[in-house]
């Protein structure tokens, strides 16, 4: 067994981090064996998993590894401050897409740079006059970050706004008023140009389809502008991955006749910006279905701006979740806690309703499963269900009425519609029928009364409610001590634990935070928020962090990694793959290393234990 | 949302370098015209709002370089354009002569559906230089060519005067507008009820 134990604080030399990064076995260190072997022989006493039998890599705070095709063909040894140019033959296009606003410092450590610049608005630079008179803006928002009800971000200077200028506010005191923000701004606005991360759709004849930001009309310019781009490269056999701009990246993807365009300063990975275009493409098919591929094809100039109309705030709430919700890069799914007989009544009488001819029925809790059945060997892809849950969750009119809505499930299939039926049963829960059959809304009508007299009277509906106010897995209450063990949730959430000690920030040995991803149930649980990762700014900041972490642990280029083990000024950060699982889990940046280990065995033994009350077993969309 | 429907139209200009399609552009979006020649390099983009027949849309206009070096961008420049402007000096010959492999270009590149119908208008740019007295393409010379194309509406423009250019670009819209509206119904797919047992998931790899 080897192991580098050293956590050293983010160096600020970038090729030094390069190296560091690429050298994740160092032979010859005995100093954390102790905690290691630990581990073996802990992991050993769990059936289910696999003892670390290799190295701690640690991986310092460079988690970047291009394994991009880029543009400008930077080699591995190339900073990524370098200015990546694509020079189009075009007078004003690379200065439209990479219209960087003041100089910030570019530190290495990226995650909090990150999050100063959004916290403090344009602290670097000073004419951010940009942000003024955007506070109150329209967004509003559906909190669907794991359960967290946190409600408004407040910054320094008091106003209450979030990176991106929008209000983070609760989905039940949200009105949601319209998906598009700011439709006064066009690229020509100063605010427009400091906005830090911008989404387009557009067409491959350069017609813009949306943006985040400002009037897609008043874009058309800077959206041919960007087609040009993607066409000028294109006409060279070649496609355009990403550019880099100064601080800016501009990401492509192409499917078909539709462009997607990300222009962020985020400083996320590339992976994961792609990933999100993804997303953003997959939101698209759920409401249209690949079926505009063929208008297209019939009539390049097909404007589809009016067949997604409406939908701006679908996009929006979607484009939010990316740094809300960590199901947007783990692709997995997340259930609401819940007593094992209680989730089982739930299951049941979907079951029961899914014999009839419906192909998913799906209760859900905001954005966290309560059960899920499926009639047929089909799957239900977790991706297909977050942007299924964004669709309904960000579209007021599901909430006022019982609703029968043609949907798309882009990896189920993309080319043709089910019809769901969505109807919200509390101001939180809400079950989706889907079905075939465009017909069938009187019988899911049906269904839908019968499965919400069950649930009623069964008392599912009250442990739902009750669930969602007490939170699943809360760090302090993690089982240090093995003989205090306990087989569920739910009996611990009568009592604390006498350790539990007032005054005591975080969980023990500074544990922050983790998420705990299944892989043969494609779902995850991640602990419930706690001081001091209370702001939705701070939960922001650490899934970025755990997003670049997965990032780097999934690099096909470098990985896959076992372990890696990071430290710089705002976590002490922890991944951990095997076979069954992933654990991400934060801990204080002055967390000891050894302890943190150890912490993370504990959290895999207390997941374990409760497994039956945070996961949907044996009813897994996979396992049929 | 909007209250009411917008339309985007793209709009390319095309013709041989100099002949003013960039001052076109100009003198129609912004009123403003420079004497100083300043070559288009790949192409411009500009927008302009217009309010049209009650109906409001947007032109995209896409004002592309006369150069031949940039000719390869082609393809992807000219697909989906809604109307094309094909532009000529006046006062030079060549200009008005290369109308026609302008013409021919745009429609082997964007190949549109139907392109004996597809919306053209020509404009015989400059008719305000040394009073007319430098003039070569007469307007009875142009407007025969634009009737042997299909009726091809025309213009006698000048980009330094204004003179015509809000006309022609009224008309460029409500062309280019009556070319888009006959395909506008989408017809979604639906799932085929009795077929739904063969809708394997795609997305599982497990």
């Known amino acids: 067994m080897a192991s580098n134990s050293t956590s050293q604080p983010p160096s600020s030399d970038e090729e030094e981090e390069q190296e560091a990064n690429s050298t994740v076995q160092k032979p010859n260190s005995n100093s954390i064996d102790n905690s290691l072997d630990a581990i073996e022989n802990q992991l050993s006493s769990i059936s289910f998993t696999s003892p670390i039998d290799e190295t701690i890599a640690v991986v310092s705070a460079e988690y970047y590894h291009e394994s991009v095709s880029e543009i400008n063909d930077s080699s591995l040894n190339e900073s990524y401050e370098t200015v990546g140019e694509i020079r189009i033959d075009n007078n004003n296009s690379v200065g439209e897409s990479s219209h960087a606003s003041g100089s910030r410092v570019w530190m290495n450590n990226n995650v909090e740079v990150e999050v100063e610049a959004e916290v403090d608005g344009g602290l670097s630079s000073p004419s951010s006059s940009g942000y003024a008179g955007e506070r109150g803006s329209s967004g509003g928002s559906v909190s669907s970050g794991s359960g967290t009800d946190v409600i408004r971000e407040v910054r320094d200077n008091g106003e209450s706004v979030g990176d991106d200028g929008v209000n983070t506010v609760d989905s039940v005191q949200a009105e949601w008023i319209s998906g598009k923000r700011h439709a006064d701004e066009d690229d020509a606005s100063i605010s427009w140009r400091k906005r830090k991360k911008h989404f387009f759709i557009l067409s491959h004849s350069g017609k813009p389809i949306y943006s985040r930001y400002g009037d897609e009309h008043k874009l058309a310019g800077f959206s041919a502008t960007l087609q040009a781009i993607i066409s000028f490269v294109e006409n060279g056999g070649d496609c355009v991955k990403l550019v880099r701009a100064g601080k800016h990246q501009v990401v492509f993807l192409v499917k078909g006749p539709i462009y997607l365009v990300c222009i962020s300063c985020t400083e996320e990975p590339y992976e994961s910006l792609r990933g999100q275009l993804e997303l953003l493409y997959g939101q698209m098919i759920l409401i249209l279905t690949r079926s505009v591929d063929r208008c297209f094809e019939k009539n390049p100039k097909f404007d589809m701006t009016p067949l997604l109309g409406g939908t701006d705030a679908v996009f929006s709430s979607l484009i939010h979740l990316f740094s809300q919700n960590p199901a947007t890069f783990l692709h997995a799914y997340t259930c609401l806690p819940l007593a094992y007989a209680t989730r089982q009544a739930a299951g049941a009488i979907l079951q029961d309703v899914a014999d009839t001819g419906v192909v998913f029925a799906i209760l859900m809790c905001k954005d966290k499963v309560v059960s899920l059945v499926g009639l047929q060997k089909s799957s239900l892809h977790p991706d297909d269900m977050l942007l299924l849950a964004n669709f309904v969750m960000s579209s007021e009119s599901f909430r006022t009425s019982e609703s029968f809505s043609p949907i798309c499930l882009p990896r189920y299939n993309p080319m043709a519609f089910l019809y769901a039926y969505v109807h919200y049963l509390d101001a939180d829960t809400y079950l989706i029928l889907l079905t075939a059959s465009s017909q069938a809304f009187f019988h899911l009508k049906e269904c839908r009364i019968r499965v919400e007299t069950v649930l009623s009277k069964s008392n599912v509906l009250n442990e739902v409610q009750r669930s969602m106010s007490e939170g699943g897995l809360h760090i302090d209450r993690l089982p240090v001590d093995l003989s205090a063990r306990s087989g569920s949730l739910f009996h611990q959430n009568q009592r604390r634990q006498p350790e539990s000690v007032v005054g005591i920030i975080g969980g023990p040995a500074g544990l922050l935070h983790f998420i705990y991803r299944s892989i043969y149930l494609d779902q995850y649980v991640s602990s419930e928020f706690a001081s001091p990762i209370s702001s939705p700014s701070q939960q922001k900041r650490l899934y970025r962090a755990y997003q670049r972490l997965y990032a780097s642990m999934h690099d096909k280029g470098i990985g896959p990694h076992k372990t890696q083990f990071r430290r710089d000024e705002n976590y002490v950060l922890l991944c951990w793959v095997t076979q069954d699982f992933e654990l991400y889990a934060a801990f204080d940046p002055l967390a000891d290393k050894g302890a943190a280990i150890r912490i993370c065995n504990r959290v895999c033994q207390w997941v374990k234990d409760v497994e039956n009350e945070i996961f949907l077993l044996g009813a897994s969309p996979f396992s049929w | ?206």
């Not at chain 2, 015209?33 to 309010?51: C, H, P, W």
């Not at chain 2, 094309?84 to 060549?94: A, G, M, R, S, W």
């Open chain 2, 1 to 206: 949302m909007p209250s009411r429907r917008r339309t985007l139209l793209k709009v390319i200009i095309l013709g041989d370098s100099g002949v003013g399609k960039t001052s076109l552009m100009n003198q129609y979006v912004n009123k403003k015209f420079s004497n100083q020649y300043k070559a288009t390099i790949g192409a411009d983009f500009l927008t302009k709002e217009v309010e049209f027949e009650d109906r409001l849309f947007t032109l995209q206009i896409w004002d592309t370089a006369g150069q031949e070096r940039f000719q390869s961008l082609g393809v992807a420049f000219y697909r989906g354009a809604d109307c094309c402007v094909l532009v000529y000096d006046v006062n030079v010959q060549k200009s008005f002569d290369n109308l026609n492999n302008w013409r021919e270009e745009f429609l082997i590149q964007a190949s549109p559906s139907d392109p004996e119908n597809f919306p053209f208008i020509v404009l015989g740019n400059k008719v305000d230089v040394d009073g007319g007295n430098s003039r070569v393409v007469s307007e009875k010379k142009a407007r025969a060519w634009c009737a042997a194309k299909g009726d091809i509406p025309y213009f006698e423009t000048s980009a330094k005067e204004g003179i015509n250019v809000e006309e022609a670009f009224q008309v460029i819209a409500k062309n280019a507008l009556k070319n888009g509206e006959e395909e506008e119904i989408y017809l979604p797919d639906t799932i085929d009820v009795g077929s739904t047992s063969q809708q394997r998931a795609s997305g599982c790899d497990c």
